[in-house]
């Protein structure tokens, strides 16, 4: 349980929050909430570790306290498994249970999708950014024991009833009085149904909503549960190109329909350990962080947000098209989820769909070794071959490679490392006898609003379409003055190819070394790679363990745009609401960002 006092957010359609309280939404047997539509199966978790920090006196405007089980560890199987969509036309239908909680309103509120959508495109995040007034609409449902009442509020506070179902609610004049109304709360504690009410039916039209279980206790609301309902423009689920894919190849996803945004989430089908910060301080849509944490490996890669996983375990990649290109580089073999969301230009959900993907390990092929002519004397050299700007590569008919070759751009900076065993090929599948690597002056623009800033170094890797099997790398060997204008110790480097299809930079695997001043890229295939800073962002572990300090850090960054462009990802990342500290529906809608 966690108790708000702040007049930061102030009113949400009528409805001072200056007083809050919230149960514990990650737990069900405290407050469970199911929809009944497209099931949306979420990350396995074989534990969850939650801190709560910066409680008390935390801003001069706002008081936090929490309860003992704030800072408890839940097991897996005391969380949501699944969340949940609707798809457009079918009838809404939820089922609400708070045990103990005698006496409770219900209530279903739209958000206001126009709002949010320039919040979105703003970057704006920030708690005074936020009018929280203007994340829900002014009408909503009201749910009570053998009826439904449609209400609008207007500026004072004061209801309207514009429509009905059986037994209408009471109207007590203000939104606060009639949500405090003894007439319009239910009994939460054997469960509500909706469809149990024999009511006409409700098919919202496509948009986002919160579902709320309130309770009015004298000045301070409380949020007894919370579940943000998606309706969806299209049924569509989507497709992928294909079921399996080698390690380091590629695959498409996309709707048939047409689309603002895709976004893609790649999650390894495994169980993890769940961790995650709530920062009281903050109160915004920032507040939670979270880790998902595989075999041990500590999650240090950033997945979506403010959502990390262990390294080799995840991606996401977003497209301003309705299919996208993903590279499987930097994933680890094994079965995967793809989840898939398409926006639409009017800001809501499109489409969803959940499909499996099994990446299976890369092969790589022995080398084969030269013809034996005899002689003695002077040995062999492992070492690579060294060119500059353009190199040849010795190959057998398979296109795989007999010698090592460094190829260095003319700038000193780039260089390519192709090492012997290599399946070096050209886009029409036929051996490659020669690689080059060109600065360029001119790179894509980067998109308006994302995080990420050119760092000054672009290469063109030529024949355009060569693929490498496993893959090779391409360094960015940096000279020392650059390297501190770059302000490494607060910048984070990532290397990104050019997708020309998509019209967007796609994020590769990188490995980074200080001490060197180099930053590696592990790349598939070539294409126009540059060298990219945005701000540093360090996962949360809240837990200090003791580490070992490398000079070399390994550092994944996720492919395709950024999250903060928008995309209505609240459903995948529902079961970390860990605790709510805004209106339920101001929370849910802002987690998508």
């Known amino acids: 349980m966690i108790w708000v006092n702040s007049t930061k957010v102030g009113e949400v359609s009528g409805i001072d929050t200056t007083y809050t309280a919230m149960k514990d939404f990650s737990r069900t047997a405290v407050s469970s909430i199911t929809l009944y539509g497209c099931t949306v199966t979420l990350p396995t978790l074989d534990t969850l570790a939650r801190t709560v920090t910066n409680v008390g006196q935390v801003t001069p405007d706002t008081y936090v306290t929490v309860d003992q089980n704030a800072n408890r560890t839940l097991a897996g199987s005391e969380t949501y498994r699944n969340v949940w969509v609707l798809d457009p036309g079918v009838n809404l239908d939820f089922l609400v249970q708070v045990p103990h909680a005698h006496s409770a309103t219900l209530i279903l509120a739209e958000a206001n999708e126009s709002y949010i959508d320039e919040l979105i495109r703003g970057g704006q995040g920030d708690m005074h950014a936020i009018n929280y007034t203007e994340l829900i609409k002014r009408t909503a449902y009201i749910f009570i024991d053998g009826g439904w009442t449609k209400v609008t509020v207007a500026d004072d506070g004061t209801i309207s009833m514009p429509d009905h179902d059986g037994t209408p609610i009471t109207n007590a004049g203000s939104i606060s009085a009639t949500l405090r109304h003894p007439a319009n709360q239910v009994d ?230 192709i090492p012997i065993g290599t399946k070096a090929l050209d886009a029409d599948g036929k051996p490659i006898s020669s690689i080059s690597i060109e600065p360029l002056t001119e790179v894509p623009a980067v998109p308006t609003g994302s995080v990420f800033q050119f760092a000054g170094y672009a290469y063109e890797a030529s024949p355009a379409g060569a693929t490498f099997s496993p893959a090779i790398t391409l360094t960015f060997t940096i000279p020392d003055d650059v390297w501190e204008t770059l302000d490494p110790a607060s910048e984070q480097f990532t290397v990104k190819w050019y997708n020309a299809e998509a019209g967007l930079w796609e994020d590769v695997a990188v490995t980074v070394n200080p001490g060197a001043r180099t930053v590696t890229a592990t790349v598939t295939h070539f294409s126009v790679y540059a060298l990219f800073t945005e701000p540093g962002s360090t996962p949360v572990t809240p837990t200090e363990t003791p580490t070992t300090t490398t000079t070399t850090t390994t550092t994944t960054t996720t492919p395709g745009g950024q999250p903060s462009e928008g995309l209505p990802m609240t459903m995948i990342l529902a079961i970390f609401a860990v605790v709510v500290i805004i209106a339920a529906a101001g929370y849910f809608l802002m987690m998508r960002k």
């Open 188 to 417: 939460l504690h054997a469960g509500y149904r909706l469809s149990a009410q024999n009511l006409r039916a409700i098919t919202p039209d496509p948009g986002d909503y919160a579902l709320a279980a309130i309770a009015m206790d004298g000045d301070r609301i409380g949020l007894l549960g919370a579940m943000p309902v998606m309706v969806m423009e299209s049924g569509e689920l989507g497709s992928i190109s294909t079921s399996s894919v080698v390690q380091n190849g590629t695959f498409t996803a996309q709707f048939t329909s047409a689309c603002e945004r895709l976004g893609v989430v790649l999650l390894r089908d495994v169980a993890y350990s769940g961790t995650t910060l709530m920062d009281a301080s903050t109160l915004g849509a920032t507040s939670l962080k979270l880790n998902l944490t595989y075999n041990g490996i500590p999650a240090t890669q950033k997945l979506i947000g403010n959502v990390y996983v262990s390294p080799s375990s995840g991606k996401y990649v977003v497209s301003n098209t309705n299919q996208a290109t993903i590279s499987t580089t930097g994933l680890e073999p094994g079965t995967y989820r793809v989840y898939m969301v398409g926006q639409s230009a009017q800001g809501t959900m499109q489409a969803y769909g959940q499909h499996m993907l099994t990446i299976t390990p890369t092969v790589t092929p022995a080398p084969t070794a030269p013809p034996y002519h005899g002689g003695g004397g002077g040995g062999g050299s492992s070492a690579p071959t060294t060119y500059t700007t353009t190199g040849t590569l010795k190959v057998n008919n398979a296109g795989t490679v007999l010698k090592s070759v460094r190829v260095n751009a003319d700038d000193g900076v780039g260089s390519l490392l």
